[in-house]
């Protein structure tokens, strides 16, 4: 599977993700993938091989009722555009990113935009040397007690 650009592009019914067992090895784009599908509460990616993923962007933008979301040990070393990844993820709780390997990242605009209920983020792992677009990186997250770490 080359690519799942608008696979799920607002699909109302999808509750729950479990793509942690999906083979996404030869996955390169998931551009809006699951874009504004309001009904998602979480989301686990904890296994999944994504390392041939490239462009992530607004993968789960307006999914306005996730409230949390699993990384874990998913792979993602050639990751190059994660921007507005949770963009106007307003329930968004909590999001374990700590694992995300970065280092191939050059766009994390908006990643973050209106997730007005995130509380905190650890991004200190985050290696943000090849990132040429941070527009709105920390202004992103509108709650004011929100820690970007």
């Known amino acids: 599977m080359l690519h799942t650009q608008y696979m799920f592009y607002y699909d109302k019914k999808l509750k729950d993700i479990d793509i942690s067992n999906w083979d996404l090895s030869s996955l390169k ?4 993938m699951f874009y504004e599908c309001e009904s998602i509460t979480s ?9 041939n993923l490239e462009n992530a962007t607004c993968i789960f933008s307006y999914c306005t009722n996730l409230k949390n979301a ?4 998913a792979t993602t070393s050639k ?11 307003q329930a968004l709780e909590s999001v374990d990113v700590s694992t995300l390997n970065t280092s191939s990242v050059t766009d994390i605009s908006s990643m973050f935009f209106n997730c007005r209920m995130l509380q905190n983020i650890d991004v200190s792992s985050f290696d943000t040397s090849k990132v040429t677009d941070r527009a709105s990186e920390k202004k992103s997250v509108k709650n004011q007690s929100t820690v970007i770490k």
């Not at 699993?70 to 040990?73: D, E, P, V």
């Open 43 to 51: 989301v686990d990616m904890s296994k999944s091989d994504m390392s």
């Open 29 to 32: 784009y998931a551009y809006m």
């Open 79 to 89: 990751l190059k555009y994660a921007s507005g990844l949770f963009s106007g993820c």
């Open 70 to 73: 699993k990384f874990g040990n």
